[in-house]
């Protein structure tokens, strides 16, 4: 079966840096997307990976490794609005999207 | 604001009740989906329409009927549900439905209890 994994919850420090795991068993790879979820609002994108590497968007940065079927997104400079929830999803042979439960982060003064 | 608008955003209704919800985009998107959010669980893709025909229906129980009269209008009937339907229902348009960066833009979704 195909799988998405990410940890439940994290909590992090305001200003620090926290990175968010996601591996992920799928039938295929045709990229990987991250988005944030605020509660009670709209996934929102974030990342896109299809090659291995690095992918920067200000304080965000996504990394993928293809043999290793990871990714994890990297958040610097904490701010509180960071707090929310941060879904991994996976497009396999199909492009179909396959998510995670997503991880909700929780960010302390 | 994601271009993306659900209403309502809150419904309440009993198990033999009939509503509908409404989802319009003003992308001008091809793709449009309806998923379904429950409470630490992954999304799931309950319907998927391609240029208003309907490409994927994922196994949803035909308690659900999706309806796109259009590419900016898609409407999910509601009737004789059950309490575990209760969840969060969430619209999204993609610009095509398929290809390499196709990213979906999500509507801010309608929160449904069930009693």
């Known amino acids: 079966g195909q799988n998405i994994d990410q940890p439940t919850e994290m909590t992090a420090t305001e200003g620090a840096i926290v990175q968010i795991n996601c591996t992920y068993q799928t039938s295929g790879f045709n990229g990987l997307f991250w988005y944030q979820q605020h509660a009670g609002e709209a996934p929102t994108f974030l990342s896109y990976n299809v090659l291995d590497g690095l992918e920067e968007k200000g304080r965000f940065s996504s990394v993928l490794s293809r043999s290793k079927g990871y990714s994890y997104l990297l958040l610097k400079e904490l701010q509180m609005k960071d707090s929310a929830s941060y879904l991994c999803?996976?497009?396999?042979?199909?492009?179909?999207?396959?998510w995670g439960a997503g991880t909700k982060l929780i960010i302390k003064p | 604001e994601t271009g993306v608008t659900q209403t309502p955003r809150h419904l309440v209704m009993g198990m033999t009740n009939k509503k509908s919800l409404k989802c319009e985009q003003h992308?001008?998107?091809?793709?449009m989906y309806w998923y379904k959010q429950s409470a630490k669980k992954p999304l799931e893709l309950m319907f998927v329409?391609?240029?208003?025909?309907?490409?994927e229906n994922n196994s949803v129980p035909s308690r659900f009927s999706p309806e796109c009269p259009n590419s900016s209008h898609l409407f999910l009937h509601l009737h004789t549900l059950q309490p575990e339907d209760s969840a969060l229902y969430l619209c999204?348009?993609?610009?095509?439905?398929?290809?390499?960066?196709?990213?979906?833009?999500f509507g801010p979704g309608t929160r449904l209890l069930v009693l």
């Open positions: 329409y391609n240029f208003k025909e309907q490409t």
């Open positions: 999204a348009s993609s610009p095509r439905l398929a290809g390499d960066q196709e990213t979906q833009y």
């Open positions: 999803a996976v497009r396999d042979s199909n492009y179909q999207l396959i």
């Open positions: 992308l001008g998107h091809n793709a």
